[in-house]
């Protein structure tokens, strides 16, 4: 349970961050964020594997590339979801998930 409150945290933190450096991706303060990082993760555990599911042979075509399209599209639902974080553009939501992805991973490797 800990852990689990410690990545929803992390991942608030990492929002807020983003929307500091993304044009177009905005969250209103770290309630919105907590709340956005909560819906992400229901979001990612029930809606992202079924698209994944659904898009097999186009991801398996694009050699996996296509997961950063379902990743921003999962993005883009949150923010749809969730007052208070907003996402303007496919674009927006497109350079956020990357940005959000790569930072995630980086403080998972620097965490161990």
Known sequence: MTAFLLHLFITAALLLLVARIVSGFHVKGFGSALIAALVLGLVNAIVRPLMILLTLPLTILTLGLFLLVIN???????????????????????????????????????AG
């Open 72 to 110: 921003a599209l999962m993005l883009w639902l949150v923010a749809a979801l969730v007052p208070g974080f907003q996402v303007r553009s496919f674009g927006a939501a497109f350079i956020g998930s990357v940005l959000l992805t790569l930072l995630n991973l980086l403080i998972g490797w620097v």
